[in-house]
T-cell receptor
């Protein structure tokens, strides 16, 4: 089962910041938080990941709380093309490899 | 770099028929994943390979689904016989030890 819980859906106005929350209260000390998004009819696309420090790349920022039990993905200036389902994943380690278990995700709709 | 390649993109079959999906991962990626995504749900991990060995197939319905990864590169997923509830998108992903998982576009299967 997925180790994460996310709101089912969110709306955001175009040009505004989109803040997508995720709870992962059972995360272990060496497990990373990953974010992917899935645009209709495409495979999931990697956005960003982090362990305990805040991270930023050209797509988004990731804020992880100090206790690591929750995180927030921030899209600083949402566009219509950011409309997608966003998945927060705790990457697990099994038999020396990594496992990505998806939950139900948050359906983000960016409104014009 | 080339992404994860999957074929076919679409397949329509009648129930009780068999079907096979093919995946070519990113070169050098040791880990390969097959996911099933039913409409409106997050991807569900069916089977995970490390090179040509199975790491986890706990969610694979082994009475009808089979998968192999010959020579630790390409992989095929087979369903025989198909049921109506197998209608879904089948996603293949691959990852290296230091990289995130990359996903293919998926194969959309419709069983009628």
């Amino acid at each position: 089962d997925a180790k994460t819980t996310q709101p089912t859906s969110m709306d955001c106005a175009e040009g505004r910041a989109a803040n997508l929350p995720c709870n992962h209260s059972t995360i272990s000390g060496n497990e990373y938080v990953y974010w992917y998004r899935q645009i209709h009819s495409q495979g999931p696309q990697y956005i960003i990941h982090g362990l305990k420090n805040n991270e930023t790349n050209e797509m988004a920022s990731l804020i992880i709380t100090e206790d690591r039990k929750s995180s927030t993905l921030i899209l600083p200036h949402a566009t219509l093309r950011d409309t997608a389902v966003y998945y927060c994943i705790v990457r697990e380690t099994t038999s020396g490899t990594y496992k990505y278990i998806f939950g139900t995700g948050t359906r983000l709709k960016v409104l014009a | 770099e080339a992404g994860v390649a999957q074929s076919p993109r679409y397949k329509i079959i009648e129930k009780r028929q068999s079907v096979a999906f093919w995946c070519n991962p990113i070169s050098g990626h040791a880990t390969l994943y097959w996911y099933q995504q039913i409409l409106g749900q997050g991807p569900k991990l069916l089977i995970q390979f490390q090179n040509n060995g199975v790491v986890d197939d706990s969610q694979l319905p082994k009475d009808r689904f089979s998968a192999e990864r010959l020579k630790g590169v390409d992989s095929t997923l087979k369903i025989q016989p198909a049921k109506l509830e197998d209608s879904a998108v089948y996603l293949c992903a691959s990852s290296g030890w230091t990289t995130e998982a990359f996903f293919g576009q998926g194969t959309r299967l419709t069983v009628v």
